[in-house]
């Protein structure tokens, strides 16, 4: 009986030294997720170009990691790259991981940024000192705004970006009605669960983060609980198609009021654009 007892115990301390580094893999196992996309349209300069998404870091202290997080944004070859908010989490607002973020993806490519609704969430002053940082680090801020990328051998790629606080207002609809006709839309949005507006507004390819890929994710059923969607979310991650309009959703890198991600790492994405 003490022998059993003896057995036990040491397979339950074994147990208990195993789950922290798969805990641990779990939350940092940083990984990179290509996906192809086409699309109508596309300019031919833009056939085979490769965007890179990077959400919800939520201030996450990347420490040694932050270099594995800059080589895998690096390795997708990016022709921008495109922070999808929570960059800086509204419950510890340490400025410093996004920085560093935004200063090292600024150097790889042009990089945009728009607010997420931990960001909004922020006194003002908090959100002015990240929107300065940001912009001295070289991102561009896209909140309600939009930018014309014009490529060298003709066309246009649009770049929308949405601020959280509007999300489902009609300040899409207005900026749409400025986008050239033929032009490829690119929309950046925090979350996801508006795919209606964004479709409606005629949207090519949105990218949105937020759902942190449902926290705890199990074969056949997806993400099990997602901000602003409840439990079994419908998007946490992948592409979603409404209409003309394709959604990608990023799983994010860092976590918020849950600590811990399951059989959910973090991610890089990086989007590869097809004619379609
Ligand atoms: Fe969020």
Redesign the pocket.
């Known amino acids: 009986m003490r022998r059993r007892s003896k057995y036990l115990l040491g397979g339950a301390a074994a147990l208990c030294l195993l789950a922290v580094p798969v805990c641990r893999w779990q939350n940092d196992g940083l990984m990179l997720t290509r996906y192809t996309v086409e699309l109508s349209g596309l300019p031919e300069e833009l056939d085979g170009m490769t965007l890179v998404q990077v959400s ?1 870091l939520h201030s996450k202290p990347m420490g040694e990691g932050q270099e594995l997080l800059l080589n895998t944004i690096s390795q997708a070859k990016p022709y921008v790259i495109l922070l999808t ?2 960059l800086v989490d509204g419950r510890r607002p340490e400025l410093v991981p996004a920085l560093e973020l935004a200063r090292g993806a600024a150097a790889l490519a042009p990089t945009y940024y728009v607010t ?3 960001e909004t969430s922020l006194p003002w002053e908090t959100r002015e000192q990240i929107e300065n940082g940001l912009e001295a680090a070289g991102v561009v801020l896209l909140d309600n705004r939009t930018e014309e990328l014009s490529l060298p051998g003709g066309g246009t790629m649009v770049l929308t970006g949405l601020c959280d606080d509007n999300l489902g207002d009609g300040t899409l609809e207005r900026l749409s009605a400025s986008w050239p006709e033929d032009a490829v839309t690119v929309l950046l949005a ?2 996801p669960q508006y795919i209606e507006n964004y479709a409606a507004s005629g949207v090519d390819l949105a990218f949105c ?2 759902a942190h890929g449902g926290q705890i994710r199990l074969p056949l059923v997806g993400g099990l609980f997602a ?1 602003g969607q409840g439990f079994l979310p419908k998007y946490t991650a992948g592409i979603y198609q409404l209409g003309e309009t394709q959604m990608v959703v990023s799983r994010g890198i860092g976590g918020s009021l849950f600590p811990q991600r399951v059989w959910n790492r973090p991610e890089v994405v990086a989007v590869t654009l097809k004619r379609g």
Do not use: A, F, K, T
Request: glycine share 28%; proline share 9%; no cysteine.
């Open positions: 919800d908010g929570d997420g609704n931990h925090h979350e983060g937020h901000p």
